[in-house]
Every structure is written in C-alpha cells, then in structure tokens.
C-alpha cells in the first residue's frame, strides 16, 4: 500500500500561483503513476494532470494545459502540480491518487490522498 498526503493548498487571487505537493510512503514510489484530480462543491472529482512512473509522460485536461505543469520526485517520494494563472472556476479540493498504470477515471487509482482546498477570487 501507499499513503498520500497532500500540502500547499491555500487561497488566492485570479491571476496567481500555487505549488501542491504529495508526499507518499509505502511502498515503492517509483512503481506508482500518479494523478491529480479535483472538486469543486456539488461537482463530480474531475482528472486534472497525471504522471507517468518515470515522469517521462504528462497528460492534463484541456482547460489546464500550458497553465499547470505536473512533475515527480521519485528520490523525495513527491509529485508536484505547479498551477500558475489560477481562475476562479480553479477552486476546489484537490486529491493526488496512485495506481500502478496513469488513468483519467477516479476508477482507474486505488490509492487517495485527504485533499487540499484550493480557492481563487476574482
């Protein structure tokens, strides 16, 4: 098994920046593709970037590309999601998750993190 914890949710303005992390413990990080995904409140978690075990492959939803940038520290256990010219409709919780291959469903991770609460105003 694999534990998540997410950090480095908080609240800011359109326009800004945020760095979350996900630290895991467990079980070989390295062995594990990762995902983020997010929910905004009375919404469905939704796919939001994900890694593949190496790092070598990236994917992102389209309304993310060239804004957020995903990445991993395999030697630190970490994967990161660098969010930068954050909008309001950004806001919401967001979860790293860990399987064995990358997958754009929340069916496709056995493994989740608590959560982050990020919030953009206008």
């Known amino acids: 098994q694999v534990q998540l914890v997410e950090s480095g949710g908080g609240s800011v303005q359109a326009g800004g920046s945020l760095r979350l992390s996900c630290a895991a413990s467990?079980?070989?990080?390295?062995?594990?593709?990762m995902g983020w995904f997010r929910q905004a409140p009375g919404k469905e978690r939704e796919f939001v970037a994900a890694?593949?075990?190496?790092?070598?492959?990236?994917y992102y939803v389209d309304s993310v590309k060239f804004r957020f940038t995903i990445s991993r520290d395999n030697a630190k256990n970490t994967v990161y999601l660098q969010m930068n010219s954050l909008k309001p409709e950004d806001t919401g919780v967001y979860y790293c998750?860990?399987?064995?291959?990358?997958?754009?469903?929340?069916?496709?991770?056995?493994?989740w993190g608590q959560g982050t609460q990020v919030t953009v105003s206008s």
């Open positions: 998750a860990a399987n064995q291959y990358y997958s754009y469903s929340t069916r496709g991770y056995d493994y």
């Open positions: 890694i593949s075990r190496s790092g070598g492959s990236k």
């Open positions: 467990g079980r070989t990080f390295s062995s594990y593709a």
